[in-house]
Nanobody, 123 residues
């Protein structure tokens, strides 16, 4: 059973950094590609980044390329999202999700979701 719990969100000034973590208490994370999505108030949930099962392949939304880095530690059953040079438009609830392939960028391609962690970037 996949049980995802995000942490690491908070309030940060523009230009700052945060690192989000997603832990899988079900200890099955190595079986899945993992993704991060975000949803701002009044907007649809959008793809941010994804990583393959081994961590060898990664995929990023154009809006975060060069600023965000996704990584994983299967031994710790954890996926990370390092967010640098944050902008006010990065403000959203961030969700991790488990799916079948890192090149999938749609919400429907990820069957398992965490509850989300809020990131707020002040200008």
């Amino acid at each position: 059973q996949v049980q995802l719990v995000e942490s690491g969100g908070g309030l940060v000034q523009a230009g700052g950094s945060l690192r989000l973590s997603c832990a899988d208490s079900g200890h099955t994370i190595s079986s899945y590609a993992m993704g991060w999505f975000r949803q701002a108030p009044g907007k649809v949930r959008e793809f941010v980044a994804a990583i393959s099962r081994s961590g060898g392949s990664k995929n990023y939304a154009d809006s975060v390329k060069g600023r965000f880095t996704i990584s994983r530690d299967n031994a710790k059953n954890t996926v990370y999202l390092q967010m640098n040079s944050l902008k006010p438009e990065d403000t959203a609830a961030y969700y991790c999700a488990a799916g079948s392939a890192h090149y999938i960028v749609t919400v429907g391609g990820y069957p398992y979701w965490g509850q989300g962690t809020q990131v707020t970037v002040s200008s």
